[in-house]
């Protein structure tokens, strides 16, 4: 039993059980080929003693008759495999993605974007083969061998012998090669997450690179990338093609013993090993037939010993994303939703004595800070980089949990029952605004529903970001690419400004840097927007950027 054996039987009890069924189905299957053997080997020594053709009649018929038998075992077996291992695999995709929002955009070790979509798309699909094949052929490994062993045993210990010579040598060699493996395999996997993380990022920030100039570097280093990939992937498959090489040696020379040794003993050359009896063609047959059969289940195992590396391999990458970090992010209590907010206007927040730091991180980023923020009042937080004003952003949204220290909202202790009523009257602008693919209406509303009437014209003006759906042919029905890409960045701020507009209940306005980057003219535009948007309401704003900080009721320097 691996490792990762327990965390699937645990999680998915009724699956795995099915899967262990189908591994005795498949190992009844290849029993019955005992008696297929059995019944050729008499039809053929039958004939060679000329017997009457209707005496093999019945024999063919039966063996037939078994095929039929084994091949539906077979086909009955794979299908509930395949079924349970579809399922498992179901469950752990929707049960990363249930995790994905305890992941908080502000976790340094939360693992990129490219990654995450590697480890849950086309890495996740290794773990069919490995349940599908893996799993079941070492459970028919573990009975056809050792029963087909002692019925040749009961005919002949010398046949027994040469087998139980050979077997052993598999599995010592098997374990060598697959540890090499199970190693190529997570290198393997690594490399992928690595190359989709980085062309993620690299298509994301395709504007940036082109103003750069550095397309033809980035291309250089992806090209290294897929290179190093390639060598990975074919690392892995010159260690599968060893396994099955060596199993294929040893169970040839176990075969061929066994057949040396009938050979001789039916010319006289060698008449020992039955038992004191002498055996005839149709045992020597017999004996003949069973012997490949005895390395089958074997051979089974050995091609699908990669699939268990790349399968483990799979699932260790979606292992850090089956749960969230405890404390990462402040999700609300299960099964509560975002409830009607029960007071409107403007909230009030509190900081008191909040203390956090990064995980892995020897210093805090913020220690003991405390702050009263008034319904109604703006703040601004100042500061140099580093100093933690977007940190406290964060932690007042829950996409943080403060290490030490207590935050309030509306005089509210902001906790798991109560994250959901307070995210609903809050306001987000983050530093880089994201959008989607699709129109740019849909880009606004972000899932909400259709606004009431006027709701949408009045927020792009309250943004002034009604003369950039003017511009765009289609208006709101205009396509946006991934990213925003061919807004500016002050239209793209703007835009964002509208679509944290279109929130009726919030109280509370985050923003943070929004007029970093920005030239004079644009900042302006950005800041009378937010200063607009934020008429009775709470404003908390970290910038650099004095000429905002100057038009806040306050300002807090970290």
Do not use: C
């Not at 893996?134 to 028919?140: E, M």
């Not at 292992?319 to 409830?339: H, N, R, T």
Request: no cysteine; hydrophobic share 55%.
């Amino acid at each position: 039993m691996t490792a990762t054996t327990p965390r699937l039987e645990a999680r998915f009890p009724r699956e795995m059980s099915r899967i262990r069924r189908a591994g005795l189905l498949q190992a009844v299957a290849g029993l019955l080929w005992i008696a297929q053997a059995a019944l050729l080997a008499r039809a053929v020594g039958g004939i060679a003693a000329e017997a009457s053709a209707d005496e093999a009649l019945w024999p063919a018929i039966a063996i037939g008759a078994l095929a039929l038998l084994r091949a539906g075992l077979d086909a009955l077996a794979a299908r509930g495999a395949f079924r349970a291992a579809r399922a498992i695999l179901t469950g752990l995709r929707q049960a990363a993605a249930e995790a994905l929002p305890g992941l908080s955009p502000f976790d340094r070790s939360r693992p990129a974007s490219g990654s995450i979509a590697s480890s849950m798309a086309e890495q996740a699909e290794a773990l069919l083969p490995w349940l599908t094949r893996w799993h079941p052929a070492r459970l028919r490994m573990s009975i056809v061998p050792p029963v087909i062993l002692l019925v040749i045993a009961w005919t002949s210990w010398v046949a027994a012998l040469a087998l139980l010579l050979a077997a052993p040598l598999i599995p010592i060699f098997m374990a060598l090669i697959g540890i090499k493996a199970r190693d190529a395999a997570d290198r393997q996997m690594s490399a992928m997450s690595g190359m989709n993380g980085f062309l993620l990022d690299r298509l994301r920030g395709l504007t940036t690179l082109r103003a750069f100039d550095a397309v033809d570097g980035t291309a250089g280093r992806l090209r290294g990338v897929a290179a190093q990939l390639r060598r990975r992937t074919m690392a892995v498959l010159r260690i599968a093609f060893l396994s099955s090489a060596v199993l294929e040696l040893f169970a040839a020379l176990g075969v061929a013993m066994v057949a040396t040794f009938i050979g001789f003993h039916l010319l006289g050359q060698l008449p020992f090993g039955a038992w004191g009896a002498r055996l005839d063609l149709a045992a020597g047959l017999f004996l003949l037939l069973l012997a490949p059969e005895f390395f089958q289940p074997l051979r089974d195992f050995a091609a699908a010993y990669h699939d268990r590396a790349s399968g483990e391999a799979a699932l260790a990458g979606l292992a850090p994303l089956l749960s969230a970090p405890a404390g990462a992010v402040l999700l609300p209590a299960k099964g509560q939703a975002a409830a009607p907010a029960p007071r409107t206007g403007a909230a009030g927040l509190a900081f008191r004595a909040v203390s956090f730091r990064h995980a892995g991180a020897t210093a805090p980023v913020v220690e003991g800070f405390s702050l009263e923020i008034a319904p109604g009042e703006k703040v601004a937080l100042l500061g140099p980089s580093g100093s933690g004003k977007s940190t406290l952003l964060a932690l007042a949204a829950g996409l943080l949990r403060p290490d030490q220290g207590d935050i309030f909202f509306d005089d509210a202790f902001l906790d798991a029952q109560s994250i959901a009523t307070a995210r609903g009257r809050m306001a987000w602008l983050g530093a880089a605004p994201h959008f989607f693919a699709g129109s740019l209406q849909s880009n606004l509303l972000l899932g909400r529903e259709q606004p009431a009437a006027g709701a949408m014209e009045g927020a792009l003006r309250l943004a002034s970001a009604d003369e950039i759906v003017a511009r765009r042919p289609g208006g709101l029905r205009s396509l946006m690419a991934e990213g925003g890409l061919g807004l500016s960045g002050g239209e793209a701020r703007r835009v964002a400004l509208a679509r944290a507009a279109l929130n009726p209940n919030a109280g509370l306005v985050l923003a943070d840097e929004p007029t970093a980057h920005l030239d004079q003219h644009s900042a302006a535009a950005v800041t009378d927007g937010l200063l607009r948007l934020a008429q009775g309401k709470t404003l908390l704003v970290a910038t650099h950027d004095p000429a905002l900080a100057a038009r806040m009721d306050r300002v807090v320097t970290l």
